[in-house]
């Protein structure tokens, strides 16, 4: 019987969310809840062949991956996983899987922090359910008539610009690569750098992968470009943010207020200086978090192991 291991399972979806019963005769199941450290999570995966890591919720590095030596099929949900390390994968003999995902869930929730921001949603739910008094505390941001500065028009972005244009919003957008004709066809104004968007848009929301060239895009400087009425929000990759230019700013009063679903660390340990911030409203990296999402990460899981069981992998990642 094979050792099939699903990492940092919080809700206890993956035997919820999948037919797993395909397997039954030939893998034998088991759903770590918890997340672990890496040495916790190392010894959790011995005699482990198959394991399904969440996103990248765990790293499976070179490091890593030469201590789980029985591992032979690594699935993670989504097309890509920049915590795994796809070469040292393969040096291995690991086959590396990828599923398919939703393309709403991210976008929906990326458009939900900024209307719960814009509107001070959490901070009137915790005043009503402690009270109410004052029955109101705060005084809400229109959308309408605003200018939504998009950094990053892809697919999440073009959904973002879709929003925006159905709350009567102008729409800004702005990456390395973008042209006029593309940003029209989504309805956005190209932006000549990101600096001009920056400084004119009221809100922003980042949509860009994390590489090199992205790391840090938002630090102090760029903070400091953007209107002191300026919302942010960032449910791409935490390290797209300097966290702590971005908690300066918060605490200052440099830019209004910023809504977060992901972080450099994660989970975010109590105590960390986000925490707690007035103006700052936060979810624990929910972008992908949805029964519908979770139902086609499993479902294609089990469809992945199953190719895999009879030699022919299915979506099959690779360096490069």
Known sequence: ???????????????RMADWSALADQVSLEVLR????PDAMAEALQGAAVVVAMRERSRFDAATLARLPALRLLVTTGMRNAAIDLAAAGAQGVVVCGTGSAGAPTPELAWG???ALAR????EDANFHAGGTPWQSSLGIDLAGKTLGIVGLGKVGQ?????????????LAWSRNLTDAHAAAHGAERAASLDELLRRADMVTLHMVLGPETHGLIGARELGLMQPTALLVNTSR??????????????????????LDVFDEEPLPPGHPLRGLPNLVATPHLGYVSEANYRRFFADAVEDIAAW????PLRVLSPG
Do not use: T
């Not at 001070?120 to 901070?123: A, D, E, H, W, Y």
């Not at 069981?309 to 022919?312: C, F, S, V």
């Open 34 to 37: 918890d997340h672990l450290d």
């Open 113 to 115: 922090l900024l209307m």
């Open 309 to 312: 069981l009879q030699g022919a």
């Open 159 to 171: 959904r973002m610009a879709r929003y925006a244009a159905a709350f009567e919003m102008r729409v």
């Open 1 to 15: 019987m094979i050792r099939c291991v699903v990492l940092d399972d919080y809700q206890d979806a993956a035997r």
């Open 238 to 259: 935490g390290p797209l943010v300097d966290w702590r230019a971005l908690a300066e700013a918060l605490r200052s009063g440099r830019i209004a207020g910023a809504a």
């Open 120 to 123: 001070s949603i959490p901070r």
